[in-house]
């Protein structure tokens, strides 16, 4: 397993993404009917979405606290945001789900903050120092 001295840019970066996480965790908790009914997006996926952004949020607060940590553990941060930008994507063009056009906007900005942090993570990741192993 390779493991990283987190870069400062890694670890703000880390500290954003929770906050965001977070925030957005807390609205899609605090207010999961309005925003399903002005949205047009099912409630269950606004309450789930919500919870794992939570659990997301808490993993990301503990990655950006570490001395070392995984590299591939970034790297799954980093294609994690990926495929879920990607996944707010394919929501917004799907023939089953039919949001608004506050909710098509509400989809895009989320994708847009995702790939921004998944870039300032990848920036992250590439300035971080690899831990050597140490001699036997």
């Not at 495929?83 to 063009?93: E, Q, V």
Request: hydrophobic letters at 60%; glycine letters at 8%.
């Amino acid at each position: 397993m390779t493991l990283l001295t987190p870069s400062p840019l890694l670890k703000t970066a880390l500290l954003i993404d929770a906050a965001m996480s977070a925030a957005m965790a807390a609205l899609q908790l605090a207010a999961t009917a309005p925003l399903g009914h002005s949205l047009q997006l099912p409630t269950l996926l606004l309450q789930e979405s919500g919870l794992f952004m939570l659990a997301y949020a808490v993993l990301l607060v503990f990655m950006a606290r570490a001395a070392r940590l995984p590299s591939a553990l970034v790297g799954l941060v980093v294609w994690g945001n990926l495929g879920w930008a990607l996944g707010c994507a394919l929501l917004a063009g799907s023939t089953w789900l039919q949001p608004s056009v506050a909710g098509l906007g509400f989809l895009a900005v989320h994708a847009a903050g995702v790939l921004a942090m998944a870039a300032l993570e990848f920036a992250g990741w590439r300035r971080s120092t690899p831990v050597r192993a140490l001699a036997a």
